[in-house]
């Protein structure tokens, strides 16, 4: 067996080059999405440039000769999750198209009132919000099988859940926060003996699990291409023919029919009566390369290095000050799921500053963080191309992280500053006006205003937030959150008799009550006239804010700016 080398590893892909290595992040986020192979970007941009046709129509050679690739692909995917028959694979958008077709098609057209659908407490929202709209349309029930302590479906619990009325059971194989493998073969044998239909979400174990279906027993098998190194838009479902034959296809039109006519249309055979319109031919295309590639990795080898750097990760978490694993014991895959001193955010705007991609919040599994009454979590999920070099920059970072969190403490109780009232500067056409603000937000606005680089306006920021007077549990509600935010923000307003208007803020989310301070300070005490007149973009632009804003933290910011002008007009 070979050793196996994550340089080498890297060397296939182009976002590890040389060339592109000057602002490259250190990628962390590879549960999110994967880092693209050379030969799928070689394929697919190739087959635009010189290949292109659409597939099952033209006659010509040049369609014919898509056609082919595109089925070829289909023999590369049936070969990879060891499915019978090519008649077995569907191609889909990915897990979540994927999901909703056997959804729509098999459990909504099979399901009856008081028929039970098993899920678990650790599935990603694609495996649940699908189930609950058969659960409307049917009147089917969900129930939910609990986790052990280390994370995994509790084995002991499924034979209280299951029984003559499970009749189908969807559940994911690794979850996206849990990163641990679950006993789908316990499962299986469980749902087989009532006799219940078996879906496994394989979207995250596709990357470090080979796949056999056969082997798996299930029904059903969904992933999606783009976390094993393909193409986004992606993905496919694998069903077993008998029961795929039985279902009614899932979108109507073009490339799914037989016959069409006014007085009648008959739909085609399977795969395609599953497959209306154009397909994503290059996705397809790309996905079959991501599958070649994954196929010819020696996966023993590619383990073996995995394992090493979970235990080498793990231990080097466990030692940081503070730091919290949602679960007990190392998990099976390198993805790692804590929480730290301050908000999963916080951790993660704090290593984006320092250019380390990581995840943070209820990456799509809320009902998980309501299980373990959480709020989110920090996620870094690694790839085999990630190194040990890469992840004591990250241990180190979150050691500083955690240290300048203890110093930061003591600067702002050495400058006194007065935390109990909300800031008041009035940026008067994008300037500061010392006149109306307290003298510690002007002069931490003034350093923000000078900090160099994202690191040091982000260090501001978090100086920033400990000025933000927070507002009670009560205050914090339905009525008063903003739309919009990534983040929970929740926002007040009150007009005083001088017609001045005055606002109270909170965010979950550090580094959202500095940006708060900061939006604030431009609108506070001010007239409905003075608000409505302020130009917030270029107070912003002078700042330099906007631009080291992911666009879904300033579209954040832009929605509690929304919201002060429509509140006060
Ligand atoms: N299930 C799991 C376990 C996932 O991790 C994801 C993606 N995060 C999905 C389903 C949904 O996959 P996609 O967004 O590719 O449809």
Known sequence: MKIFNPASFAKFFPFYEESASSNRPVYFDNAATTQKHKHVIEVTSNFYQAENANVHRAAHK?????????????????????????????????????????????????????????????????????????????????????????????????????????????????????????????????????????????????????????????????????????????????????????????????????????????????????????????????????????????????????????????????????????????????????????????????????????RAGHHCAMPLFEYLEQGGCVRASLAPYNTQTEVDSFIALLHQFVKSGIEAEGEVEASDVSVTTAPSLTPDEASIDDTTVDDATIEVIERFDKAKGWDGKHREIMLLSKLLERMSKTERNESSLVKGCESDVWLKAHLDDDKHWHFSADSDAKVIRGLLVIVLAAYQNKSCEHIQAFDIETYFERLGLLQHLSPSRGNGVRAIVENIRKVSR
């Open 62 to 358: 040049l369609s014919a000769e898509a056609t082919v690739k595109f089925e070829q692909a289909r023999e590369t995917a049936r070969k990879f999750v060891n499915a019978k028959s090519t008649k077995e694979i569907i191609w889909t958008k990915g897990t979540t198209e994927g999901i909703n077709l056997i959804a729509q098609c098999f459990a909504q057209t099979t399901l009856a009132k008081g028929d039970e659908i098993v899920l678990s407490y650790a599935e990603h929202h694609a495996n649940i919000v699908p189930w609950q709209q058969v659960t409307q349309a049917t009147g089917a029930i969900i129930k939910v099988l609990p986790l052990d302590n280390e994370g995994r479906i509790d084995k002991s619990a499924i034979s209280g859940v299951f029984s003559e009325n499970t009749k189908l059971v969807s559940l994911v194989m690794i979850s996206n926060v849990v990163g641990k493998l679950n006993p789908i073969e316990d499962i299986v044998k469980a749902a087989r003996a009532v006799g219940a239909t078996v879906v496994v979400d394989a979207a995250q174990a596709v990357a470090h699990q080979s796949i056999d279906v056969q082997a798996i027993d299930c029904d059903f098998l969904v992933f999606s291409a783009h976390k094993m190194f393909g193409p986004t838009g992606i993905g496919l479902v694998y069903g077993k023919e008998a029961l795929l034959d039985a279902m009614p296809p899932y979108q109507f039109g073009g490339e799914m029919i037989r016959k069409v006519s006014f007085s009648g249309t008959s739909f085609g055979e399977l795969p395609f009566k599953f497959e209306a319109g154009t397909p994503n031919i290059v996705g397809v295309i790309g996905f079959a390369e991501a599958m070649k590639f994954v196929s010819s990795l020696d996966l023993r080898a590619v383990a073996d290095y995995e394992e090493s750097i979970i235990s080498y990760t793990h231990k080097k978490l466990s030692d940081i000050p503070g730091l919290t694993f949602l679960f007990k014991g190392k998990p099976d895959v390198p993805l790692f799921s804590f929480n730290l001193t301050d908000h999963a955010k916080d951790v993660a705007s704090f290593l984006d500053a320092h250019n380390f991609a990581v």
